[in-house]
């Protein structure tokens, strides 16, 4: 069978040989997706203690977890699907034994028991699957590990382009218990026209409707902002913070 290049792409973000390929060109290269942890320290540090036991998925090159460890984090282990990134990052931090690294596919890591976890980070893995072949299905069986790893109380940390719209439906598949509280902050670089920066602090938790939606009339200051969806695992029915009572759920799901 013949596939169209958009399927090809579509294959090769969920697939190793494709990571595979692309840190060997990379060599020893770092990049950091989205944002660096210079931004992201304030969310990190409000709801994951340094004593936490962090879970890095999708660590690809990324420095993320260096910085973490030198602002005080001990424990996380970071997990991809590329076996030659990790043993890279392997390499490079022997000598950090804060930090570990396996190769491992997020679909699967039944290698790690239930509620093993204080805290999950995600810095654009799901994106990652939600580009991929049954996209539908990788976001699943990733989110449905993810909800098994984390303790009661865990943080699950997503840092995606995908709005709510997109995320919260996804966020709160059947199984999946979560109090959601949503940030929103610029693209690294971002300048706002005329150089006014919006008055709204970045620590502002956005509200949501009882649907998990942005309220009508939200204007983003940048349209290509990063939204961080900060997940906690609950037992009970799914929570969704800042909810107003008289959105229609129907339109939500149109």
């Excluded at 303790?151 to 719209?165: A, E, F, H, Q, V």
Aim: one cysteine or more; charged letters at 20%.
């Amino acid at each position: 069978m013949i596939m169209s290049s958009s399927q090809r792409n579509a294959y090769s973000y969920g697939d190793a040989l494709y990571w595979d390929a692309r840190y060997l060109a990379d060599g020893s290269a770092s990049f950091d997706w989205y944002q660096r942890y210079s931004a992201l320290r304030p969310f990190v540090r409000k709801y994951v203690p340094v004593s936490a036991r962090v879970l890095m998925v999708g660590c690809g090159n990324a420095v993320m977890s260096e910085d973490m460890v030198k602002d005080g984090y001990i424990d996380i282990m970071n997990i991809d699907i590329s076996s030659v990134v990790t043993e890279m990052m392997r390499k490079k931090y022997t000598h950090i034994p804060q930090l570990r690294y396996m190769q491992m596919d997020v679909r699967d890591m039944s290698f790690f028991d239930d509620e093993s976890f204080d805290c999950v980070i995600d810095k654009g893995t799901l994106d990652s699957l939600m580009c991929g072949v049954d996209a539908t299905l990788s976001a699943s069986r990733m989110l449905e590990e993810v909800n098994r790893l984390l303790r009661p109380g865990g943080i699950y940390i997503l840092i995606t382009y995908g709005d709510p719209s997109v995320r919260i439906p996804r966020l709160n598949q059947p199984g999946c218990n979560w109090n959601i509280i949503l940030y929103i902050i610029p693209r690294p670089g971002f300048q706002s026209h005329g150089g006014c920066s919006s008055q709204r602090s970045i620590m502002e938790p956005v509200p949501l409707t009882k649907c998990g939606q942005l309220p009508s009339g939200f204007v983003l200051e940048d349209p290509d902002s990063h939204y961080i969806y900060v997940c906690e695992k609950e037992h009970g029915l799914l929570g969704i913070a800042h909810s107003t009572p008289d959105w229609d759920c129907s339109s939500a799901m149109k």
